[in-house]
């Protein structure tokens, strides 16, 4: 009798255990608090394109700013640690102390010239987020002074709330096929305030295939514009049928100046005698920038602004002429205007192939280009305009 009352005992016990340890374990799941997981904002892609163009133009505004004030150039050495403090707010410290490091020890030297990204984003952008990681991509059309595209990859990180740049990376286009569109194409040229008209598309055999003709008007006139369809690279071959005085494409950024075009805008109004013309010719002078530099790529800055301004006025004179002169005049002028590009062209590759490449090369071609843009400008109207 007792055995089995100790029995009951013992089972009654059991259960009083088991139901406070379930009680016990219920109020700790009613207290444990429900963890959220953070969400990671997804951004647009204008959001993205921002993003890159503010870390790299604040970037690059850094090294512009401590080289002017630490006169640093060849013979006086960037000291790094000074720019490092800066460019932290748009790059990561292993992007700094990477890329940034070895930019800085050739920015300000006489080598091949720095080189920024583009930073329009309109050709072939592409990007993916995962959480706080960006990778992006982007084509960077050719220009006049560096007639090949470049493919362009970037990484973007966020740290402590802001979207730093990790990592870019630059391909040439040179012996590629990247297929560029009409559309595309139409798009590199309408840039700067320009506009730009198709024509046609036709078998390149600068380009080594099809060739996009566009007429592209801006302040300074019309001219004719030809790109590969391969590489974006800039074509002069388009049947004997350009009449302007220069095939190119749309004014590059890092030479372009609203200055120039609103210059050249009114000053078109002022008339089209000869007598106009050679006060044109000396006001444009007086605009042409002649500073101390402490690097090539300030060099190629101005030197492009020169020939800018120049070639702007040269497609001007040559518009003004085909109103001025008689059919079989201008046919003979059509024909001498031909000849002196391909010189003209030829001699500032060849000044260019004298300095071996590199930023001087460029420095020295830009400078050519100009001068005999400039001599054309006077010749012009001096020896045709009426």
């Known amino acids: 009798m007792s055995y089995k009352l100790g029995a009951l005992l013992l089972s009654i016990l059991f259960l009083l255990s088991a139901c406070s340890d379930s009680g016990a374990s219920e109020d700790k799941d009613q207290e444990k608090p429900t963890v959220k997981k953070a969400s990671v904002t997804k951004l647009t892609e204008q959001e993205v394109k921002s993003a890159l163009k503010n870390d790299i133009d604040s970037i690059f505004n850094v090294f512009n700013k401590a080289g002017k004030e630490n006169g640093w150039s060849t013979a006086n050495k960037a000291d790094f640690s000074k720019l490092r403090p800066d460019v932290l707010p748009y790059a990561t410290g292993t992007f700094a102390d990477r890329t940034l490091k070895d930019l800085a020890g050739e920015y300000y030297c006489e080598c091949d010239a720095p080189f920024q990204p583009g930073t329009d984003f309109d050709v072939r952008f592409t990007y993916e987020q995962d959480k706080n990681k960006i990778k992006a991509a982007s084509i960077d059309p050719a220009t006049e002074l560096n007639n090949m595209g470049t493919s362009w990859t970037f990484e973007l990180v966020k740290e402590n709330g802001d979207w730093k740049i990790n990592k870019w990376d630059s391909k040439s286009l040179q012996g590629d096929d990247i297929k560029l569109t009409k559309e595309e194409a139409k798009t590199i040229l309408s840039r700067n305030g320009e506009t730009a008209e198709f024509v046609k598309s036709y078998d390149s055999k600068a380009a080594g295939g099809t060739a996009y003709l566009f007429n592209v008007k801006s302040s300074n006139g019309e001219r004719q514009a030809a790109i590969s369809s391969k590489d974006t690279s800039l074509v002069s071959d388009v049947d004997n049928e350009t009449e302007a005085g220069e ?45 101390d530099y402490q690097s090539d790529y300030q060099m190629i800055e101005d030197y492009g602004y020169n020939y800018q301004m120049w070639d702007g006025l040269l497609n001007e004179i040559y518009g003004a002429l085909q109103k001025q002169l008689s059919a079989s005049d201008m046919a003979a002028l059509k024909i001498e205007q031909r000849q002196w590009i391909k010189d003209r062209d030829a001699a500032a590759q060849k000044r260019y192939d004298e300095e071996g490449g590199g930023s001087l090369s460029r420095v020295v071609q830009t400078e050519e280009l100009a001068k005999q843009t400039k001599e054309r400008c006077y010749k012009l109207v001096n020896a045709y305009m009426k």
Do not use: I, R
């Open 247 to 291: 095939q190119e494409t749309a004014q590059p950024e890092e030479t372009a100046s609203s200055d120039t075009a609103d210059t050249q805008s009114s000053e078109q109004t002022t008339g089209s005698t000869k007598a106009d013309y050679v006060a044109k010719l000396s006001a444009t002078e007086k605009k042409e920038k002649h500073n």
